[in-house]
């Protein structure tokens, strides 16, 4: 078979063509320090990067959603640790009071403190947390979620708590009815 000089330089041509093309894809690779810039490089290599990234990206939210919680959960800690001290402040005065050696004047003036720390729950009953929301207000309230009427406190939340997005339970908000209207009696005697 006699080989014409039109094939051989068309042989030639694609050869360097395809060459060109591969030092084209050696440099881009170089330069971006990747071995795989396209899906069309290795398919195979471009489904496990999108499929480690979406693990990568799942591992970033639930990260967040951790954290979020824990600031909730630390805000409610910090909180509550702030109404018992109230709470143990106003026993304390309520003993007190039971001694027979106290005045009308002095029961009157322990009677506005007792309000005063009443007053004080219930601030701390509406804390916010931080994210334009009350931090017991259930499953979200605009408005504070405790009331306080003349028949006494009333939770105005929505019963229930608002969760982060993930495969396990991570509170943002606490339910305000749990926590402050139905707290165990075994809590009160002790």
């Known amino acids: ?39 069309s490089d290795d398919p195979t290599a471009a489904a496990r990067a999108e499929r480690a990234l979406a693990v990568e990206a799942r591992s970033a939210a639930t ?3 951790i954290d979020a919680s824990m600031n909730a959960v630390s805000q409610t800690e910090s909180t509550l640790g702030d109404a018992l001290g109230l709470l143990q402040q106003a026993r304390d005065s309520v003993v007190s009071a039971g001694n027979a ?12 403190s007792l309000r005063q720390m009443r007053a004080e729950l219930l ?5 916010p947390d931080g994210a334009g929301s009350y931090l017991f207000a259930g499953q979200g309230a605009s408005n504070p979620p405790f009331v306080d009427t003349p028949t006494g406190v009333q939770f105005r939340g929505v019963s229930g708590e608002t969760g982060a997005p993930s495969t396990e339970p991570l509170p943002l908000t606490m339910d305000g009815r749990s926590t402050w209207l139905q707290a165990p009696a075994a809590m009160a005697c002790s």
């Open 1 to 39: 078979m006699r080989v014409s000089t039109s094939s051989t330089y068309d042989a030639t041509i694609a050869n360097l063509q395809r060459r060109a093309q591969e030092l084209s894809r050696s440099q881009e690779q170089m330069s971006s320090l990747k071995r795989v810039n396209r899906a």
């Open 63 to 65: 990260q967040r959603a």
């Open 101 to 112: 050696s106290f005045s009308d004047a002095e029961r009157a003036n322990l009677a506005i």
């Open 123 to 127: 601030t701390i009953a509406n804390s």
